[in-house]
């Protein structure tokens, strides 16, 4: 028998390694920034009522027609101007896939969401990446120089920015956009907590994209959905690289009920964003802890000793949050999503406990 070889993968894959997003169970996590509230009741009781006679035989809409035309209206914008995808994620691949690969550079500013750089070296494009102010995480004016000469392609603008939850202003980021012709990906995924939208300039940028999630502040990360906002020209080109069918019908489906349902989101939110600023106020109380302001619902802080904190966080409590003690930029620092009251006391209290623990062991 002539057993053949292999013929490697490309070698751009060799630096990669696979994304594992894995949450250990019996948890409190406190690490993915998904919301602590389950959808509405309401919304429940209409999915359980349709599931028995849902036609899970047939193919999903493969651009999702009903849902675009659904956040079009919500949005106030036409439905050419809208694409819907598997999460966030995937749209970010598409557009890397459309305004990435070799020969062509992607420029972010760091610390900033992991999955911008893995999809632009995926895909054989250049990085570039320029660190974030290191007392605030702004962004300087060595960003907008740096577009300004004119050789990007592609540019990732998280705001808030994920890991810190700093919000860059509207005019910091129209200077920002303004400063060259590359395609800008403004990442709203956290923008119902900040009350900030770029969604207003939308028609005076066609280099300007931005991307939407129902992940967080619309408590659908288990069914993963996503959307994005741009000139219909650059939709017609994601359209043009994205994968048939990726979003599946119970998905489309969900996603039209929170677009008819918004308001229902309107207490979790509130309930958020009061969470954030106790649980803000809980921290700062906190000696030999700095955190950061945040516009997201998440708390990113520094501490001595923060991976062994993190580790007795998880032994000790049983509480799983973000550990970046050992990323540039964000050394000794650790990031928690804002829970419910309870969760929240019960995550400063273990904090506490564990802060204690480790300055005793240093006696």
Known sequence: MNIPSLTPARKALEQLKPYSGEMPEGKLILAAN???????????????????????????????????????????????SVL????????LLDIVLAWGGAGRTMLQFAPTFSMYRIYAEMLETEVISIP????????GQDGVKRLAEGDIDL??????NNPSGQLLSQEEMCTLIEASNALCVVDEAYFEFSGQSMLSYLENYPNMVILRTFSKAYSLAGLRLGYVLAHPEV??????????????AFSQWAGELVVDNLAEFDQP???IIRERSWLFDA??????????????????FRLEGAGAIWQRLLDKHDIYI????????????????VGTREENQRFVAALRDSIAHLSKEEV
Request: aromatic content about 8%; glycine content about 4%; overall charge negative.
């Open 34 to 80: 998904e919301s602590s509230y389950n959808l509405p009741k309401a919304l429940r009781e209409e999915i359980a009522a349709g599931v028995v006679d849902f036609p899970y035989n047939r193919y999903p809409d493969p651009l999702g027609q009903s849902l675009r035309k659904k956040i079009a209206e919500a949005q106030a914008v036409p439905v050419e």
């Open 84 to 91: 819907i995808g598997n999460g966030g994620d995937e749209l």
């Open 132 to 139: 974030r102010n290191a007392d605030d995480y702004a962004i």
């Open 155 to 160: 540019c990732f603008l998280d705001n808030p």
């Open 235 to 248: 939709i017609d080109m994601l359209a043009r690289v994205r994968m048939p069918y990726s979003v599946n």
């Open 269 to 271: 939110i509130s309930d």
């Open 283 to 300: 921290l700062q109380d906190t000696p030999n802890l700095k955190v950061w302001p945040s516009k997201a619902n998440y708390l990113l």
């Open 322 to 337: 973000r550990d970046f003690s050992s990323a540039s930029g964000l050394e000794e620092c650790l990031r928690v999503t």
